[in-house]
Nanobody
Framework: QVQLVESGGGLVQAGGSLRLSCTASGRTFSRYTMGWFRQAPGKEREFVAGVTASGRTTAYADSVKGRITISRDNAKKTVYLEMNSLKQNDTAVYYC???????????????????WGQGTQVTVSS
């Protein structure tokens, strides 16, 4: 069992930056691929970024490439999402999720992930 708690969301102007954190409980964090997803009002939850258990492999949605960086610190049981050059259409609730796949890959579908945090709101104003 893994419990995930996100933090770091807030209100930021377009062009600004935010750093989201997701801290896990439990002893097996280092075995999980971790992902960040987001859900805007009236839209489906979508993949943003993911990182494998070792941290060696990352994946990003095309819409955020070059602006967002995912990283993890297994000693702190935390995964981060560094977001720069934020746009209004980045406004959403951001969720972190854990995938207990044994393969060193990042899966991008919500159904692949076993555990989810409660989400943190990111609002980008004009």
């Amino acid at each position: 069992q893994v419990q995930l708690v996100e933090s770091g969301g807030g209100l930021v102007q377009a062009g600004g930056s935010l750093r989201l954190s997701c801290t896990a409980s439990g002893r097996t964090f280092s075995r999980y691929t971790m992902g960040w997803f987001r859900q805007a009002p009236g839209k489906e939850r979508e993949f943003v970024a993911g990182v494998t258990a070792s941290g060696r492999t990352t994946a990003y949605a095309d819409s955020v490439k070059g602006r967002i960086t995912i990283s993890r610190d297994n000693a702190k049981k935390t995964v981060y999402l560094e977001m720069n050059s934020l746009k209004q259409n980045d406004t959403a609730v951001y969720y972190c999720a854990a995938d207990h796949t044994v393969q060193p890959i990042v899966r991008i579908t919500t159904t692949a992930y076993d555990y989810w945090g409660q989400g943190t709101q990111v609002t980008v104003s004009s």
